[in-house]
């Protein structure tokens, strides 16, 4: 017995031996598998696009103009008091031209990220993390870029379209306001008596308008978050286009493509605030809406009656936003709105005269003589229809 247990002891560290070594080889072969898991993983991570990143500021801003201006469409003609008329306009005048300016240009840019065909396009143009870093970098150089990538002209389409829907619904609404400053005045009409009351005290609802403009409207939470929402999954906004739109384009809708493809490329998240922030600018809508400003102050410092407030809130509130949206949405060299003085409302026209039949032509002798055509008797234009019949500017 003596003689066995060393060769036992032998055998058993042997064992102990072959044990670790063969638990070493397989936790190496385990390491070496789990490296190459890993690094396919990175290679197939690099070969899917990332999500698309636009920071909660770009739907803030935009929630400040599409609330804004559904809240002006809701304004219409037919008011019942004087206290009605000074409400609707606070309500027109509670705005910052620079804000909606923005806001504009950043609803547009979400606008954009609900073209499939626009965010496959970006992706398609840089299927690499090295290309999207050097689109990026481009497209921060020169943004009208975007406007050459795959997809832009389906965007854009979504853009203009969507933009002109809530222009027409603006122009039409100060349709109704402008039309009820003339109607009013009407003895027919049972506002007449307070439509052509002086308005009192003047110089302080001028103040009022004036304070209103000088503040800063706060964005929507529920509408920001919708607009976020959607900015992110390319759905929720019912937007629809019926047909595509070639460039150029005006500089508004540039900068939203631009801001669209950095979205699409993971460029326009919480870290790339300066790079939205710059593209959100806007000269012509800018300029538009603060000649706007002024042209409705000087509207309501020549104003007395409450009708005449009337036709300051459809012209300088509702029609030049539609105005200064519809210039910015499409190309133009210079958009202007209205001078007040050239368009102060006046007294309503004197009923017309129902235009009488023309005597008829008397029977012509053979050989026939040539006729000559007597014009149709046009109708007089009624005072809105002359003051909208002028120029565009």
């Not at 055998?11 to 190496?28: I, P």
């Not at 222009?167 to 049972?190: F, K, M, R, S």
């Amino acid at each position: 017995m003596r003689l066995v247990l060393p060769r036992l002891g032998a055998a058993f560290a042997a064992v102990a031996v072959a044990g670790l070594l063969g638990s070493c080889a397989s936790g190496r072969a385990e390491a070496e598998a789990e490296a190459a898991r890993l690094a396919e993983a990175a290679a197939l991570a690099a070969r899917q696009p990332p999500p698309v990143a636009l920071n909660d500021s770009v739907a803030q801003a935009a929630s400040v103009y599409l609330t804004f201006t559904r809240d002006i469409t809701a304004i219409q003609g037919g008011f019942a008091s004087p206290e009605a008329v000074q409400a609707a306009l606070r309500r027109g005048a509670a705005y910052d031209p620079d804000q909606i300016s923005r806001g504009l240009v950043a609803y547009a840019s979400i606008l954009a990220l609900q073209s499939p065909e626009f965010v496959a396009g970006v992706r398609s143009a840089a299927p690499t993390p090295a290309e999207r870093q050097e689109l990026v970098g481009r497209i921060v150089a020169d943004p009208t870029l975007a406007s050459t990538l795959p997809g832009a002209e389906a965007a854009a389409g979504l853009i203009i379209g969507m933009m002109e829907t809530d222009i027409i619904a603006l122009a039409n609404a100060a349709d109704t306001v402008e039309t009820d400053a003339y109607t009013i005045q009407y003895a027919g009409d049972p506002r007449s008596g307070w439509g052509r009351a002086p308005s009192p005290d003047r110089e302080g609802r001028l103040q009022t308008v004036k304070d209103l403009s000088a503040r800063a409207v706060l964005p929507s939470a529920e509408e920001s978050a919708r607009l976020y929402a959607a900015a992110h999954s390319g759905a929720g906004l019912n937007a629809t286009a019926t047909r595509t739109r070639r460039p150029p384009y005006a500089p508004s809708v540039s900068n939203a493509l631009a801001m669209g493809a950095l979205a699409v490329l993971g460029a326009a998240g919480d870290n790339a605030r300066a790079n939205t922030d710059a593209l959100q600018y806007d000269r012509t809508s800018q300029d538009c809406l603060a000649s706007s400003k002024l042209n409705l102050f000087q509207c309501l410092a020549a104003s007395r009656p409450a009708y005449e407030d009337m036709f300051c809130l459809g012209r300088h509130v509702m029609r030049d936003l539609a105005t200064c949206a519809r210039g910015a949405a499409l190309p133009s060299a210079i958009v202007t709105v209205d001078d007040p003085t050239a368009s102060r409302i006046t007294a309503p026209a004197a009923p017309r005269a129902t235009p009488q039949p023309l005597p008829p032509a008397p029977a012509a002798a053979l050989p026939t003589p040539i006729q000559t055509p007597v014009p149709a008797p046009t109708s007089t234009p009624t005072p809105t229809q002359r003051l909208n019949a002028g120029p565009s500017r």
